[in-house]
């Protein structure tokens, strides 16, 4: 089946594909070492994007600054109601959204992009100070949502993506009906005491020790063909949370391809994070920048690696404005998918309380 096909009710539109970067010498036997492209990332995505029920428009939105971003939007039609956008978190892409895009675009319009550096979005060379990589970042949301033509929105982020969408709300509050930050990342500062500090999951203990100082996924481009093991040795419980939709590894496939091309977003990540954990410009010492009217709910899986007393320490902070934290049970920090119905559920009584 080809790219500019209809899908069930779905609508695809023709996109050529961004060419690979150059990487340096390297670039002349890499790419045939290591079992990637970005037309094979564009295939499996394909797949996943079959599973929507919904109709939905998937092509590149072009910046004025040349760089693209990769955007799939859902039930275009719903006009009435303010659109929800969302911010997928490091090393994701909008396909992993997959369990909650027909739900939660069945009454309104829904946008999910790759992040500038992710997916199949350009892969431009980021500033290497963590505050550049960070404006360069909310800068190119911006940009995305000018061209789009979106007037106001509810953000949602997960993760990384979460520290993104409370960066771009203290800049661009008029932008944001409700920012709405899942398990984000990167807002505790790092406590003085170890013993204060929660054990990160295995496989974040796992790439640390094998890579130093290296990009954080870098293991996966330096392994060639033995990468997409690597994804299923590492993250067996992605095929698990997806088990509904995909009883192959598309999933697996997907995360390789998306984290095996140029680290653009990655590199920038890292001059963003002191460690795996915590970022250099951690956002608790700014979250009171964002306009007190902006009304922000924190969600949070219940056996997540991530400190959950941040949502406490918002609320201290923002005292005169509308803060909620909740914890979701049987849920880790990929709470979108490890209990989806109830994270739609909650997440469309959120926008419902905006119109």
Known sequence: MGWLSSTRQGLFTMADDLEQQPQGWLSSWLPAWRPTSMS?????????????????????????????????????????????????GFGGGVGLWILNMDSLSARRTLHTFDLLGFGRSSRPTFPRDP??????????????????????????????????????????????????????????????????????????????????RSNPLAVLRVAGPWGPGLVQRFRPDFKRKFADFFEDDTISEYIYHCNAQNPSGETAFK?????FGWARRPMLERIHLIRKDVPITMIYGA??????????????????????????????????????????AVVEEICNSVD
């Open 271 to 275: 001059a963003m994070m002191e460690s």
């Open 131 to 212: 505050e550049g990589a960070e404006d360069e970042f909310v800068t190119s949301i911006e940009t995305w949502r000018e061209t789009m033509g979106i007037p106001t929105m509810i953000l949602l982020g997960h993760s990384l993506g979460g520290f993104l969408a409370t960066s771009y709300s203290i800049k661009y509050p008029e932008r944001v009906k409700h920012l709405i930050l899942v398990d984000p990342w990167g807002f505790p500062l790092r406590p003085t005491d170890p013993s204060e500090i929660r054990a990160p999951p295995t496989w974040v203990k796992a790439v640390a020790s094998v890579l130093g």
């Open 303 to 344: 056996n997540t690696w991530i400190d959950t007393s941040t949502g406490k320490k918002v609320k201290m902070q923002r005292p005169d404005s509308y803060v909620r934290d909740m914890e979701i049970e049987g849920a880790s920090h990929h709470v979108y998918a490890d209990q989806p119905h109830i994270f739609n």
């Open 40 to 88: 094979q990332l564009k295939n499996v995505e394909a797949r996943i994007l079959q599973c929507l029920q919904n109709k939905f428009l998937a092509r590149y939105v072009s910046l004025p600054n040349q760089n693209k971003i990769w955007t799939v939007t859902v039930s275009p039609e719903q006009k009435d109601r303010t659109p929800l956008v969302m911010v997928h």
